[in-house]
């Protein structure tokens, strides 16, 4: 373990999340489309909490959940004070216990519970200079664990490397809306949790590319007309974010 390779990605995960000008407009104006002052969010997978700052911008309670314990201990410092941001320190699975967190101490954002999902990225281009160089056990939790504790979520954002599968196979009913990741060459990921979701409810879907922070599609697509455009070759050149909506949901204006 290299003291120095973790100060450098806890700065590198700082510069990029939280010193980009106009990155919080960007995320408010989208997640003012989803939730609304009042509204409890779960932010699973929230690093440097970028994303939780702009839910709590927004009036929302925050529930922030962050498995690696030098974020965990940022997130604590960043919402210290903050009454609407509630930090807990786990990962989020299908199941309660511990799982092995592989961490990339230099890029800490691809951090990963699942070995599958790390050992595929390990051969793509994208991913030459990522090192898994540790490996820690954490906590897990299930999102039907935390609805419990906390309450239903009107959103809840999954940010997890591989493991947005596993978190939605934890949850075992609708959730008004949420987004995952996904990332090129991983549709079956992209599949896995559109099939859970429809399993719990009818939901329609949008996707946002890169770090856009805006709806791709006009209007809210289907399972079939989400996968063509994610699928499509352009839209395969970089990760992004799957939105869905249940059906019958408004938007917040």
């Not at 967190?101 to 999902?117: C, D, F, N």
Request: hydrophobic content about 45%; charged content about 20%; overall charge neutral.
């Amino acid at each position: 373990m290299s003291r120095f390779d973790r100060v450098v990605g806890l700065a590198r995960s700082l510069a990029m999340y939280h010193a980009i000008p106009l990155r919080q407009f960007r995320l408010r104006r989208l997640y003012g489309q989803l939730v609304g002052p009042g509204d409890l969010v779960f932010d699973i997978g929230a690093h440097a909490g970028n994303r939780a700052r702009a839910f709590a911008s927004l009036g929302c309670r925050v529930v922030a959940l962050e498995p690696q314990p030098d974020f965990a201990q940022l997130l604590r410092v960043l919402f210290g004070r903050s009454s609407r941001v509630e930090v807990v320190e786990a990962a989020v699975g299908d199941a309660p216990g511990h799982a092995l967190l592989s961490i990339s101490e230099r890029t800490p954002t691809v951090t990963t519970l699942a070995a599958a999902w790390r050992d595929a990225r390990a051969h793509e281009p994208e991913f030459a200079r990522v090192r898994w160089n540790r490996g820690i056990e954490v906590e897990t939790t299930t999102l039907d664990l935390l609805i419990a504790r906390f309450g239903v979520p009107a959103f809840i954002k999954i940010d997890v490397e591989g493991s947005e599968s596993a978190v939605l196979a934890g949850l075992t009913q609708a959730a008004p809306a949420l987004s995952f990741e996904y990332v090129p060459g991983a549709l079956d990921q992209v599949q896995a949790c559109i099939a859970r979701l429809n399993a719990l409810g009818t939901y329609r879907f949008n996707w946002s590319p890169g770090e856009s922070y805006r709806f791709a599609a006009s209007t809210w697509l289907n399972e079939g007309e989400l996968l063509a455009n994610v699928s499509a070759p352009e839209v395969q050149r970089r990760a992004g974010d799957v939105y869905a909506r249940l059906v019958g949901e408004t938007d917040h204006q």
